[in-house]
């Protein structure tokens, strides 16, 4: 029986680290293969398997707790307790196992020492397109490993020619293994006319008439804030209160400070609701109460909120450039990522228009269908008895 462990750094309401709670939850128990999943909380500073492993952490120097498959970093001074220096300090600990599938590219260099290992690319943004500068040389190492793996997996089709690109990795080297998307984005029945909706838009203080936009995702400037803000300034002046809900953390400090200046600038104080994480459940129930996701990102190696969008019955407004086209197919309204213009005019268009609205509602739910967890991770599992 092969052990393998799969290695996150990311919690599971995260993109990428979604992807492998659910290939764990997906593949369970098989015969030939033990697989474990290994969390490196670079934030607590915590190693934990699941199952625990006999062959878990012990106790070395530096390293605290030692119970089986779980122990606790000691706190070290400044910026040597940052995140992403807990991740390299936690790697040391993982337990041994035959195979190490290590399920995103900020975790690649462990493929430097622990092999047989598959790296699970989403994108190499940090490499082409820094989003912080002052975190550069860490990213760098952090990704040093892609090319030390003994298989790549690419969950787009652009990630890949990402990859080929910018590695002169062949393209037979790496297998393309889309995301699915989460069995809790879904249309709620008659949601609009249940006690929920009308709580939720208490909640919120969202008017009855007012158009209800979101944006789902860091404020990383590729996530391109700036845009999604016209927007909702030039549609500000048609429907003065228009409301954007913004859901999930900023990323980085200087990504929020840029979201507040413009929100200044552009007048919008009072129609911009900003929700923070919240749970999946919630985020559905937003999906089914808005008019529309807006997402004009720059770069996406795949971009789940349209998939979980599109799923759950929304509207989706977005880019036409990276992953993007990939994923919504013609199931979503695409412009160039830097058009307000162009997307101001699709929500005033879709808001007017039930009929077109409720196409592409249809057309998005089908599409969604054709990304499932479960066939990802029956690929995952045909990539593990192949090594």
Known sequence: MKTIGLITNAGKNSGVGSRAFQLYRQIGKQEDIKLSLVMLDGNERILTTHPPTPSGPTSPKGYAGGTRGRGSLMRLPGILNAKSISWIRLAKHIPQFDIYDLSNQSLSFIAKKRHPSIVTVHDIVELTDPQDSGAQILNRYLLSGITHADRIVAVSEYAKKSIQEYFGIAQSAITVIPNGVNEGY???????????FTQLKE?????????????VGSEHPRKNMQTTLHTVALLKKQFPEIVLLKVGDPGVLSGRKKTLEFID??????NIKFLGNISEERLNELYNIADALLFPSHNEGFGLPPLEAMAAGCVVLCSNTTSLPEVVGDAAIMHEADNADAFAQSVIDIMANKETRQALIKKGI?????????ESATKVLQLYRSI
Do not use: D, T, V
């Open 186 to 196: 879904f249309p709620i029945p008659n949601f609009a006319s249940s006690i929920a």
């Open 265 to 270: 600038e552009l007048g919008l104080q009072s």
């Open 366 to 374: 089908e599409r969604a269908k054709q990304f499932s967890w479960k």
């Open 203 to 215: 909640e919120y203080k969202l008017g009855e008439k007012s158009p209800i936009l979101l944006s």
